[in-house]
């Protein structure tokens, strides 16, 4: 689910390679990314007992905590399941050229 300048952000990247298919959602998404969509840019509305294993939000100090704590959280799921690989992941940004750095930091030292 991506949203105003990411959204934009997301698809343009997606343009250079190949084709893009964007979807709006008119419709009310399902469980966990129903709440999502409903509070994403207004906390208030989300109920303060909405309980999900399937979303994690994160806010971090700066790029480099939040890029370290996604590294750390793939490093130990690629611990808990043999079956998975580094192909099973990915990492999507607002930004490619300002997580570019940061990313390549975390993933050298927790990869």
Do not use: H, W
Not at 3 to 11: E, K, P, Q, S, V
Not at 20 to 34: D, K, N, S, T, Y
């Amino acid at each position: 689910m991506y949203t105003n300048r990411a959204a934009d952000g997301f698809a343009s990247v997606c343009r250079e390679f190949g084709k893009v298919q964007v979807r709006e959602i008119g419709a009310p998404l399902l469980g966990a990314a129903e709440i999502l969509r409903k509070g994403l840019f207004n906390p208030i509305r989300v109920p303060a007992r909405t309980q999900t294993d399937k979303i994690q939000l994160f806010e971090a100090e700066d790029k480099t905590a939040e890029t370290e704590y996604v590294a750390v959280k793939i490093k130990r799921a690629m611990a808990e399941n043999e079956g998975l690989r580094y192909r099973d992941f990915a990492v999507l940004t607002p930004s490619v050229e300002e997580y570019a750095l940061p990313l390549k930091k975390a993933f050298s030292e927790y990869g």
